[in-house]
């Protein structure tokens, strides 16, 4: 595989429209991330799950999903499901996120989701951060949605089965889903991992990159 050299890597933002979206878009590339570089800052933004048990989960799994890193976690209280029926308190978050941190990189949803509510902050996404390096992450659901990514993180066998339980560990809300297991989550990383020469992977979606391979 060809690797191009990684610049400096000090703040990251993630972004959810729900708790557990991270964690299951882009868990194991958290945990690449932040194991390799202490006291990185993460800021993150979920638009809905705010004041309930969900907030509580959310920032339990981040916070173990970031070992070693800076978190700040953002959890507001947009209704499930009706995000574009809230789309100005959701561009008004991002942009006030955007005010006050300058990633290196952004991991948010995809912009061809299935789902409203991810499908809405993915589009929103580069009106305030317009000049960031966005990965937008898959997440395995009824829709049958997924489609073809172009970016990839190789995760190790202990790292995929490190996602996988503290997605079981931290979200106990989501256990009754049917596709919230084991089989679904180590399944679609294994066929991303064959995409990319490797044992598992993370999958993403770029439109737009910069490089810089000057010497």
Known sequence: MIRLPAGPLDRVVVLGAHCD??????GG??????????????????????????????????????????????????????????????????????????????LAPRIDDAHQDHRGLAKLVPTAFRDHLVL??????????????????????????????????????????SWYDREAFLGLARIRGIECASRYAEAFYVTKLTLALEG
């Open 21 to 26: 979206d991270i964690a299951i878009g882009a």
């Open 29 to 106: 590339t958290l945990l690449s991330i932040c194991s390799g570089r202490p006291g990185l800052r993460v800021d993150a933004l979920v638009l809905s799950g705010g004041g309930s048990e969900r907030e509580d989960e959310e920032r339990a799994a981040l916070a173990a999903f970031c070992p070693g890193a800076e978190v700040d976690v953002t959890v507001l209280k947009l209704p499930d499901g009706r995000l574009p029926a809230h789309w100005d308190e959701a561009k008004n978050a991002l942009e006030e996120l955007r005010a006050r941190t300058d990633p290196q990189l952004v």
């Open 136 to 177: 937008g992450y898959e997440i395995v659901k009824w829709d049958a949605d997924l489609g073809r990514p172009n970016v990839y993180q190789p995760l190790a066998p202990a790292l995929a089965e490190k996602k996988v339980v503290l997605l079981q560990q931290h979200y106990a809300s989501q256990r009754h889903r």
